[in-house]
């Protein structure tokens, strides 16, 4: 029902997010005006796939085109920037060339286990722990 519809649009937003991995470190980013690192990517527009956002996204947000995406798991938690909750979809991602801030992204960090910086709850909790566990990134 189209009520019900708007009433969830306005709590709910779903995002995809890139797993970006060079030398065993994970790529976040920290948008201007915030303290907290990120995932590259942004919210699904309407009508567009998880994988034309996520080619969007990375390249306004890192500059630089996807090779590769291979879908990793879906996560829900309330955003990090808004009072709504917050649906990640998360991709393995494989780009072409240096990735570096662009447009709103102020700083990006290559992170491992032992990177003592803030990071959003969905990458700190759920996808870092899986990728050391993985043996994708370093400890
Ligand atoms: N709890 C939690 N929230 C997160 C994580 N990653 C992440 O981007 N968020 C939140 C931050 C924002 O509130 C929301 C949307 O992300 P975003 O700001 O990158 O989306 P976007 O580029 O499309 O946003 P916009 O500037 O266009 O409005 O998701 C995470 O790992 N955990």
Not at 20 to 25: A, L, M, V
Not at 108 to 136: E, H, M, Y
Request: proline share 4%; with cysteine.
């Amino acid at each position: 029902m189209r009520v019900k519809r708007v009433k969830m649009d306005a709590l709910l937003m779903e995002k995809c997010a890139a797993i970006i991995i060079r030398e065993k470190t994970l790529l976040v980013v920290r948008k201007r005006f915030t303290n907290i690192f990120i995932s590259p990517g942004g919210k699904i527009e309407p009508g567009e796939t998880q994988i034309q956002c996520l080619r969007r996204e990375v390249a306004e947000e890192i500059g630089v085109e996807i090779s590769d995406a291979l879908y990793f798991d879906s996560f829900e938690r309330e955003a990090a920037f808004d009072h709504k909750i917050i649906i990640i979809h998360a991709w393995f991602v494989s780009v072409y060339g240096e990735c570096y801030p662009n447009s709103e992204i102020e700083e990006i960090r290559w992170v491992n286990g032992k990177t003592r910086v803030p990071i959003a709850s969905i990458f700190k909790d759920c996808v870092i722990p899986r990728l050391l566990a993985q043996d994708l990134i370093d400890e």
